[in-house]
């Protein structure tokens, strides 16, 4: 994914996994711990406080169009993640919702295989998202 994508997603930001719960095939409620360095594009994403870090839910659905193999979040890693924000508003799919029982939250990240940007952290790739957060979208 080119950085300059980045302007039509709603959420990017780079914390370690603190859990991964799987819910189903290809359907994970991720928490990430964050901290403030680590917010670099919020709009209305949902964020609570835990001690010095913010712990922010990220629904991550996979889909069989994975061209490659789909992120496997691993607890403890750091990733930079680029997605959606959920809302009341955008529905998802009947059967998901039962899947999921009011465990997402209006506000929690959404990431869907095919629009979304999950990367493990390095500096490198925290250089490129900085700035791409400072250039101007088109």
């Not at 928490?31 to 010095?52: A, C, E, Q, S, W």
Request: net charge positive; with cysteine.
């Amino acid at each position: 994914m080119h950085f300059s994508k980045l302007c039509f997603l709603k959420a990017a930001l780079n914390g370690i996994v603190h859990d991964v719960d799987v819910l189903g095939t290809g359907i994970r409620l991720v928490t990430l711990l964050v901290d403030r360095d680590g917010l670099y594009k919020m709009n209305r994403l949902y964020i609570t406080p835990d001690g010095f870090f913010f712990r922010v839910h990220i629904l991550a659905l996979d889909s069989s169009s994975c061209n490659k193999p789909c992120p496997e979040f691993k607890p403890g890693s750091r990733y930079i993640v680029m997605g959606h924000i959920y809302h009341k508003r955008r529905q998802l799919p009947t059967a998901l919702l039962q899947i999921l029982r009011g465990r997402l939250r209006p506000g929690d990240g959404l990431l869907r295989s095919s629009s979304s940007y999950v990367k493990r952290f390095n500096r490198k790739r925290d250089g490129q998202v900085q700035g791409a957060i400072h250039a101007q979208c088109i």
